[in-house]
């Protein structure tokens, strides 16, 4: 009953930009932290960014300077721009997000279907 939705992956030259995003719906009473992973071949998924229901940020050392992460509330979206991409980028990102449901108390980690990223000339 809560979902998330990544757009806006692809294939991108290195040195370009590119901007994820990622909308929850559903039955959603609260968001807390949302955040962006990535997992490339054969590698664990990784921490990239993450953002906090005030607006806090942290960031992969990989990423810093170079990406920026942001949330709009009431749209419940969170957005990564992504930017000087690297070929050490290509990977598919993940959305997070912890989330309290309608009528329950504790929140629950839910994570969307992926989007590809691939670095590449």
């Known amino acids: 009953q809560v979902q998330l939705v990544e757009s806006g992956g692809g294939l991108v030259q290195p040195g370009g930009s590119l901007r994820l995003s990622c909308a929850a719906s559903?039955?959603?009473?609260?968001?807390?932290?949302m955040g962006w992973y990535r997992q490339a071949p054969g590698n664990q998924r990784e921490l990239v960014a993450t953002?906090?229901?005030?607006?806090?940020?942290n960031y992969a050392e990989s990423v810093k300077g170079r990406f920026t992460i942001s949330r709009d509330n009431a749209k419940n979206t969170v957005y990564l721009q992504m930017n000087s991409l690297k070929p050490e980028d290509t990977a598919v990102y993940y959305c997070?997000?912890?989330?309290?449901?309608?009528?329950?108390?504790?929140?629950?980690?839910?994570w969307g279907q992926g989007t590809q990223v691939t670095v590449s000339s």
């Open positions: 997070n997000a912890r989330i309290q449901r309608f009528g329950y108390i504790r929140y629950s980690g839910y």
């Open positions: 559903g039955s959603i009473s609260s968001i807390n932290d």
């Open positions: 953002v906090t229901s005030d607006g806090s940020t």
